[in-house]
């Protein structure tokens, strides 16, 4: 299948910096990216669905200016958490659709602590 | 509204047979997926179903019945590695996925 590469796998922050989460798909062209975010034992919640060029769609109850997306290429899409808290602290998920596909490839999630 | 729905947790023997079903309430639908999570990993893609009846992959099939928004995850031989949560989602009229809350699976010797 097709490969999404998401980088950093872990990172720790201190409370009011950003953090910039890179998502690319290594061999097909994204057109759509998907953001999740995931807390201990509950299922993915969808923050913003981005399609390349294109202004992010964002989820009810998700703050577009803290949780910044750009996809400005078909392979690269990026979450940035502005002044982040602790309670931002979870398991940031991306998932990469190509113009044909169906299935959306996952990367292999980020896992944010903020101190 | 758009529901998925699935069992909490279930709890199977090894080298057993589970059956973990999925219970749909879509606008349109356009396919639906079984993706398998463990604990601090990204979900993996099991199986898609746009068409009724079974899919067989090897220990692992999928069921799927649009008329009545039924579908269901069925793991043969269960081996210890095979605990994990198996999330449902449906991917709707626009092409997005509606995820089900998924459903912890927790293997016993």
């Known amino acids: 299948g097709a490969v999404v590469s998401q980088h950093p796998s872990r990172v720790i922050c201190k409370s009011g910096t950003s953090v910039k989460i890179e998502c690319r798909s290594l061999?097909?062209?994204?057109?759509?990216m998907f953001w999740y975010r995931q807390f201990p034992k509950q299922s993915l919640m969808l923050m913003a669905t981005s399609n390349e060029g294109s202004k992010a769609t964002y989820e009810q109850g998700v703050e577009k200016d803290k949780f910044l997306i750009n996809h400005a290429s078909l392979t690269l899409s990026t979450l940035t958490v502005t002044s982040a808290h602790p309670e931002d602290s979870s398991f940031y998920i991306c998932?990469?659709?190509?113009?044909?596909?169906?299935?959306?490839?996952f990367g292999q999630g980020t896992r944010l602590t903020v101190v | 509204g758009q529901n998925i729905d699935q069992p909490t947790e279930m709890t199977a023997t090894e080298g057993a047979i589970v059956q973990i079903n999925c219970t749909y309430q879509t606008s349109g639908f356009n396919g639906l997926f079984w993706y398998q999570q463990h604990a601090g990993e990204a979900p993996t893609f099991l199986s898609y179903?746009?068409l009724d009846g079974l899919e067989e992959k090897g220990r692992f099939s999928s069921f799927l019945s649009r008329s009545k928004g039924y579908s269901y995850l069925l793991l043969k031989e269960l081996q210890m590695k095979d605990s994990a949560s198996y999330l449902c989602?449906?991917?709707?009229?626009?092409?997005?996925?509606?995820w089900g809350a998924g459903t912890k699976l927790i293997i016993k010797p």
């Open positions: 061999d097909f062209q994204a057109t759509t």
């Open positions: 179903n746009v």
């Open positions: 998932s990469a659709r190509g113009n044909r596909d169906t299935e959306a490839f």
């Open positions: 989602a449906v991917m709707d009229s626009n092409y997005q996925l509606i």
